[in-house]
């Protein structure tokens, strides 16, 4: 089989989730995945330049540091790309869904350095990338259930991207980083 074409792909609404659609239909680009590499570009570096009284900054009480944004987008990228993976290869049994704010409180991300966070971000979009890149057609369509809901996975890459743009958007209203992560 001939690995699929991500050019002009959007999944259809049967293939994900109602609560999933605000981040497809963020994702603007005719090909996801270089969408995905430009994101992840423009993220890496935004995490460079950051000084830490920055990462560490939150807007309000009570909601994620700079830093917690960042570990949030990893741990989720992270969790749909295994899901991506899982169904992929046929997984049947349903895969679990997770408590963000747990994720976030357990895992210390204000004691990581910027470089340690980067770090781990681009690893970890670089590998995704090439993962997706390794699909076919019949494997990007398959579907299987996450969290209760079906998905597919190519709904998942979309989730993946729409969701970066998202924290991106909040990252630019909320904490103030508009210049940093101005869309391409």
Known sequence: MALFTWEENTPAPNEYGEFYQRYIERVTESNVLQALINQGQKTYAFIQQLAPEEAGYCYEEGKWSVKEVIGHLIDTERIMAYRALSISRGEEQSLPGYDQDEYVKNANFDSRSIQSLSTEYDALRNANISLFNSFDKEQTLRKGTANGVTVSVRALVY??????????????????????????
Do not use: D, P, T, V
């Open 159 to 184: 989730i993946i991207a729409g969701h970066e743009q998202h924290h991106h958007n909040i990252l630019k209203e909320r904490y103030g980083f508009g210049s940093a992560l101005e869309e391409s």
